[in-house]
């Protein structure tokens, strides 16, 4: 299987994804302020989780550059990882609805860990079937700080969310800013 | 007609069936165990879908390789199978809905039964525009006893549903994974 | 404008507005054959606009294989006629839902009388800006009966379903028929 | 990063949000023309967007012709686009339902008047990492006084829908009729 239908499919998944989670912004019955108070909760979820998307997008296609060929592996690990990914407006729409509350707000993260796992055995699968510890994507990705540091506080986050809430809340948008500072890894190994 | 355009449409309408179920999940209205556990039933039908339009895609796509026209019949028989599939949202969310009663499990059956029998006519189509027995498509699915497996458990699954509720999803699950197992025809077809 | 991204984005809309009629098909709330009932008018005229969809998709897709250059016009007359597609989900669920009254029956005639009149306006354009009365597009759709006997069963299904309202769903059914019959026209041109 | 999958990216969520709208059409529960009447302004505010979005898929496309490389600031000033982009449909919804009372008829200024600062945004990115001043994009879009234009007449509209509601309608109608009138600039300066 070429890799050009793998990434369109996968595109087209993720456009989904980040599009319709506008769809949960209920609008609102009245026409001032106060009707339009309740949203505000969920637009914010809503922000973060599109941040989230888009790194995972921006991500996706930077690995899939070092692809060559496409197993079945692969396209199952893909599927698994898009799988998570589209639970994302799900548990954003709880989240917000219901003011980040600590059971929404553990399952929220919860879901960005099984996300990063997901994105770690796609990884894997990519580097197994691409000469292992040779390959362009196992140099590039060699001690993924980031990604461990990530599933690390993903998990501190879902403890936190029923102690200290907003700890939680505060491990999200640092894992996102974290992401949002360009990664050269990929591109540098490229270059060599 | 290029088959380009017939492959682009069809991961397009893949796309958005496969990420349209989780719009099915509905959000629930509190913030505690209790009011998630509605949800699950319909997460277990919703992942078993999932895995479903997965494997459509993924033998749709190896399918389609051997295919080199397309013509009205192709087509149409495409646009058939496709129908089915994006019935799959609705018979997955009344099975999950109702913690897999008898008849929506029966439903889901019976949509999974036409979505095969329109698979093993959009196949006829191809292979009788494709120089019939030598093509490449007729010698890779020869006896296709997967299909005609999955086709009778289907059957028989719709008919078990009424009376023993399990074993019709028993044998959805077992359908799953024999076609998750991969699958070399096509590929060795092709090879040689 | 390259045709390339037009034929893309079309193609995008397309299989969204197939895909997400479905979204229409509201999952009863019982689990027996007395709550699916409903849902069955619903799903016919589903049945019924998938085809009228795939009967655009089939022949905007022939017409664009005569275009070599994207002008305004064209881009806004092809806006234009998706705009009337993407309305057929709202009446396909009002006409189902209503049981094929009259008012909604009669709408869902006009929004198809809509969507073919844009279709003509979008084969007008092309063919002025392709060299008129000489261009492919021009000689192949020459008198053109099927399309102006369309419009002509529309305008009279949307007058008669306020009388006979089965006559008028005949009607949309005998135009999707006299469609579905393949239309050499276009590729018997471009093969001269 | 190759614009290829960008503008594909593009693309999906463009053809999303704008099909997307449609689904805010709430079916009418009855089958006579007082039950249709609701649905009449939300139709208009559809239509008014609608014509927004394809404005901006039109203008996005024109755009990325000049663009050779997309690094990671073109990237994240797309997304930010996409994002305001949409929140249209919330908007849209909310204008219509409320018969375009005063604050969502401001927040829908504010949503177009922040997706043409996104715009802007861009339009920099790609200027200042294709050669600054000299590029084929500054030279194009050198005075830009409809891009100028557009924005204050947003920010007049938000203040004045809550004394004169019309005028702010009619701002919002004008700046769209002001883009449907073709902008020969990047093609001139293409061409060139």
């Known amino acids: 299987m070429g890799k050009t239908r793998l990434e369109a499919f996968s595109d ?23 009707a339009l108070q309740p949203a505000i909760p969920v637009f914010i979820s809503y922000v973060l989780s599109y941040v989230y998307i ?6 996706h296609h930077h690995m899939l550059h070092t692809v060559e060929r496409v197993n079945g592996n692969i396209l199952w690990a893909n599927l698994h990882l898009l799988f ?13 609805e219901n003011h980040f509350a600590a ?3 553990a399952l929220y993260g919860f879901v960005l860990l099984m996300s990063g796992t997901a994105y770690k055995i796609l990884q ?3 580097i197994s ?10 140099k590039a990705v060699e001690h993924d ?13 879902i403890a936190l969310a029923f102690w200290f809430e907003w700890l939680a809340d505060l491990f999200y948008v640092l894992v996102a800013i974290m992401w949002l500072t360009p990664d050269p890894r990929i591109e540098r190994v490229l270059d060599e």
């Open 124 to 126: 894997i699968c990519i």
């Open 129 to 138: 079937s691409h000469g292992g510890k040779n390959s362009l994507l196992a």
């Open 84 to 96: 998570w990914l589209s639970v994302v407006p799900f548990v954003t729409s709880w989240m917000g």
């Open 54 to 59: 888009g790194i995972y997008w921006n991500n």
């Open 145 to 157: 700080w980031k990604g461990n540091t990530s599933l690390a506080l993903y998990a501190a986050a």
């Open 12 to 34: 087209g998944v993720i456009a989904i994804i980040i599009t319709i989670m506008v769809l949960e912004l209920k609008v609102p019955h009245g026409n001032d302020w106060s």
């Open 103 to 105: 059971l929404p707000t």
